[in-house]
């Protein structure tokens, strides 16, 4: 069975930094594109990021680059989105999703894991 798992969310402060995992199981993600995406309450799902199969390619949307880095191990078979500089507005449930191919962003993605939650708040 092919799962994806986020973690690392939580509650952190404005300014602060977090850093969520996405772990895969029942597969080997090296030959998957990543991506990942973020739904604030009342809103749309949105794209944060992407990192092709080897991590030679990455893609931010505006707001986070800067800010956000995505990486791979596929050693750990687990991506990485690593969150500085939070804001309020950055309070939301990300997401990762998984498709196997090669190009970032892709066209669409096959996987979804379940969520985790990231509140920025003082």
């Known amino acids: 069975q092919l799962q994806l798992v986020e973690s690392g969310g939580g509650l952190v402060q404005p300014g602060g930094s977090l850093r969520l995992s996405c772990a895969a199981s029942?597969?080997?993600?090296?030959?998957?594109?990543i991506g990942w995406f973020r739904q604030a309450p009342g809103k749309e799902r949105e794209g944060v990021s992407c990192?092709?199969?080897?991590?030679?390619?990455?893609n931010y949307a505006d707001s986070e680059k800067g800010r956000f880095t995505i990486s791979r191990d596929n050693a750990k078979n687990t991506v990485y989105l690593q969150m500085n500089t939070l804001k309020p507005e950055d309070t939301a449930i990300y997401y990762c999703?998984?498709?196997?191919?090669?190009?970032?962003?892709?066209?669409?993605?096959?996987?979804w894991g379940q969520g985790t939650q990231v509140t920025v708040s003082s």
């Open positions: 999703a998984a498709v196997y191919g090669s190009s970032c962003p892709p066209t669409r993605y096959d996987y």
């Open positions: 029942g597969f080997t993600l090296e030959h998957y594109v």
């Open positions: 990192i092709n199969h080897s991590g030679g390619s990455t």
